[in-house]
C-alpha cells in the first residue's frame, strides 16, 4: 500500500468532520487504531479500507494513491469552440469521470452556461465535439426546473410518479424523501400551493432520485435557506453517478466536490484536484481568487 494513504484518511475525514472517535465507531474498531492509521503505524485490513472508502464516497484508488479518475470515462468535450458575438469557447477540452464532483467556475459571462448547454445539445459548437459515453437520453439528468412540476398534484403523488417513472418506487421510501427535504408537512398539499423555497426543494428532489451518470446542475442552492442548502448538498454527496455543478458556494466545493474547473477568457484556466489544492493548505475560495485574477 502507498503511503498516502495515511494522508487522505486524514483528510477525508476532517472534510466531513468526523472525529476519530466516530469514525472508529462508524468501522467497529478502537479509536487508537483510527490514530495508528493517520501516523501510518499500521494499516487497516481490505473490508475496513471497502468500507472507509463507502464512508467517504470515494474509490479504493482514490484511497490508496489519490488517483481521482479510477472510474470510467463517460464524457469528453474536444476542442470545443463557440462564438456569439464574441468568441466563448475557445478550443475547450475537459474529460468527465465516473463519481467526479466537479464544479465549474468563472466569473459572470466566462461561458459557463455555455458549456452547460453544449453538453445538453442545446447549442451547438461551431467547431469541436461532445463525445458521451453513455445514453444521453436515460444516463443525463438536468436540474428540474419549477415550472416542470405537475402543478395540479399533490406533494407526495407527485414524487410517487417520479419513483414510477425511474423504476425506484420499491426501493425508496417516500416519507424518508419528504422528511429528507423538510416536505413532510407538504405531502398532501397541491404543488401549486407550496412557496418558492418548497417548490425548488421538491423540484431538486425530483432531480436527485432519477439515476443517472451524469447529473448537471446550475447553482443548485440559490434561493434555499441554509438549512435546506446543507441538507441538499449532503443528499447529493450520496448519489451515484457524476455531477458538475455550476455554483459559487465555496464551503460546499471544499466539502462535497473532487474536483474545480475554472473557466476564463474562453479556456479552461485550470483543471484542479481539490485533494491537491487542500493539501497546498489552500480553501477553494483562497485557490479561485489567486487563479481567477
Ligand atoms: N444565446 C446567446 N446569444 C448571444 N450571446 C450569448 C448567448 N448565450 C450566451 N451569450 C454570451 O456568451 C457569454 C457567456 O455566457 P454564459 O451564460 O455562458 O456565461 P456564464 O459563465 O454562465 O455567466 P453567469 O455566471 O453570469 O451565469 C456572455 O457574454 C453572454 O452574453
Same mark, same amino acid.
Given at each position: 500500500?502507498?503511503?498516502?494513504?495515511?494522508?487522505?484518511?486524514?483528510?477525508?475525514?476532517?472534510?466531513?468532520?468526523?472525529?476519530?472517535?466516530?469514525?472508529?465507531?462508524?468501522?467497529?474498531?478502537?479509536?487508537?487504531?483510527?490514530?495508528?492509521?493517520?501516523?501510518?503505524?499500521?494499516?487497516?485490513? /481490505?473490508?475496513?479500507?471497502?468500507?472507509?472508502?463507502?464512508?467517504?464516497?470515494?474509490?479504493?484508488?482514490?484511497?490508496?494513491?489519490?488517483?481521482?479518475?479510477?472510474?470510467?470515462?463517460?464524457?469528453?468535450?474536444?476542442?470545443?469552440?463557440?462564438?456569439?458575438?464574441?468568441?466563448?469557447?475557445?478550443?475547450?477540452?475537459?474529460?468527465?469521470?465516473?463519481?467526479?464532483?466537479?464544479?465549474?467556475?468563472?466569473?459572470?459571462?466566462?461561458?459557463?452556461?455555455?458549456?452547460?448547454?453544449?453538453?445538453?445539445?442545446?447549442?451547438?459548437?461551431?467547431?469541436?465535439?461532445?463525445?458521451?459515453?453513455?445514453?444521453?437520453?436515460?444516463?443525463?439528468?438536468?436540474?428540474?426546473?419549477e415550472?416542470?412540476?405537475?402543478?395540479?398534484?399533490?406533494v407526495?403523488?407527485?414524487?410517487?410518479?417520479?419513483?414510477?417513472?425511474?423504476?425506484?418506487?420499491?426501493?425508496?421510501?417516500?416519507?424518508?424523501?419528504?422528511?429528507?427535504?423538510r416536505l413532510?408537512e407538504q405531502?398532501?398539499v397541491i404543488v401549486d400551493q407550496l412557496s418558492g423555497g418548497q417548490k425548488r426543494r421538491l423540484a431538486?428532489?425530483?432531480?436527485?432520485?432519477?439515476?443517472?451518470?451524469?447529473?448537471?446542475?446550475?447553482?443548485?442552492?440559490?434561493g434555499m435557506d441554509?438549512?435546506s442548502?446543507?441538507?441538499?448538498?449532503?443528499?447529493?454527496?450520496?448519489?451515484?453517478?457524476?455531477?458538475?455543478?455550476?455554483?459559487?458556494?465555496?464551503?460546499?466545493?471544499?466539502?462535497?466536490?473532487?474536483?474545480?474547473?475554472?473557466?476564463?477568457?474562453?479556456? /479552461?484556466?485550470?483543471?484542479?484536484?481539490?485533494?491537491?489544492?487542500?493539501?497546498?493548505?489552500?480553501?477553494?475560495?483562497?485557490?479561485?481568487?489567486?487563479?481567477?485574477?
Amino acid at each position: 500500500m502507498e503511503n498516502i494513504f495515511k494522508s487522505q484518511l486524514s483528510a477525508l475525514r476532517q472534510k466531513k468532520h468526523l472525529s476519530q472517535e466516530l469514525l472508529a465507531q462508524k468501522l467497529f474498531v478502537s479509536r487508537q487504531s483510527i490514530s495508528k492509521w493517520e501516523n501510518g503505524e499500521s494499516e487497516p485490513n /481490505i473490508d475496513k479500507l471497502i468500507s472507509i472508502s463507502e464512508i467517504f464516497s470515494v474509490n479504493l484508488d482514490f484511497l490508496l494513491a489519490g488517483h481521482t479518475h479510477g472510474d470510467a470515462l463517460i464524457l469528453e468535450l474536444k476542442n470545443l469552440n463557440k462564438s456569439f458575438k464574441n468568441p466563448v469557447l475557445k478550443d475547450v477540452n475537459l474529460s468527465i469521470y465516473g463519481r467526479d464532483r466537479i464544479a465549474l467556475l468563472g466569473s459572470n459571462g466566462s461561458g459557463k452556461t455555455t458549456i452547460v448547454n453544449t453538453i445538453l445539445g442545446n447549442i451547438i459548437p461551431d467547431k469541436g465535439s461532445v463525445v458521451k459515453h453513455f445514453n444521453a437520453q436515460d444516463d443525463l439528468s438536468v436540474m428540474t426546473q419549477e415550472n416542470c412540476l405537475i402543478a395540479s398534484l399533490k406533494v407526495r403523488e407527485q414524487i410517487a410518479l417520479s419513483l414510477k417513472i425511474y423504476d425506484a418506487y420499491s426501493k425508496i421510501n417516500i416519507d424518508d424523501l419528504l422528511k429528507k427535504f423538510r416536505l413532510t408537512e407538504q405531502s398532501e398539499v397541491i404543488v401549486d400551493q407550496l412557496s418558492g423555497g418548497q417548490k425548488r426543494r421538491l423540484a431538486l428532489l425530483l432531480t436527485l432520485i432519477k439515476p443517472s451518470k451524469l447529473l448537471i446542475l446550475d447553482e443548485p442552492t440559490v434561493g434555499m435557506d441554509l438549512e435546506s442548502i446543507d441538507l441538499f448538498w449532503d443528499y447529493l454527496d450520496h448519489v451515484g453517478g457524476s455531477v458538475v455543478t455550476i455554483t459559487h458556494d465555496f464551503n460546499q466545493i471544499d466539502n462535497y466536490f473532487t474536483r474545480v474547473v475554472l473557466l476564463k477568457d474562453g479556456v /479552461i484556466k485550470s483543471d484542479e484536484s481539490v485533494a491537491n489544492i487542500h493539501s497546498n493548505n489552500q480553501t477553494i475560495e483562497h485557490w479561485y481568487r489567486l487563479m481567477n485574477q
